[in-house]
């Protein structure tokens, strides 16, 4: 029973500590939903980026690291969605000249209207 336990609470221990948590102390969510308008809200794979990127800053000297920031940002008028939308793409098309993988760099591909 002792080993039971044991296992258990190494495989909890394990699981949780490779969760990441925003400075506000919350579980990073690994996709995160964008209003994004007319052309229909975005996907964004939070987890996929967080992997793919060394550097959290790369993102996050414009957005806070805290739960829901770019939405936050977006609603008090701190940034424009057209921001947002230009660091993504400047990225992504700047990783697509120098011929590595990257995200998409078309409208459609990032923006789904709901049917």
């Known amino acids: 029973m002792k080993k039971t336990v044991l296992c258990f609470f190494v495989v909890i221990s394990v699981l949780a500590g490779g969760m990441a948590y925003s400075s506000d102390g919350k579980a990073i969510k690994a996709m995160?939903?964008?209003?994004?308008?007319?052309?229909?809200d975005v996907?964004?794979?939070h987890e996929k980026h967080r992997k793919a990127i060394e550097d959290c800053m790369t993102c996050h000297k414009m957005y806070p690291q805290k739960t829901d920031a770019i939405s936050g940002e977006m609603k008090t008028g701190k940034i424009q969605k057209k921001q947002v939308m230009g660091h993504c793409m400047g990225c992504h098309r700047g990783?697509?000249?120098e011929n590595k993988m990257t995200g998409p760099t078309s409208c459609n591909d990032c923006h789904k209207k709901k049917s």
């Open 32 to 40: 995160i939903e964008l209003k994004a308008g007319n052309k229909g």
């Open 43 to 45: 996907t964004f794979p």
């Open 95 to 97: 990783m697509k000249a």
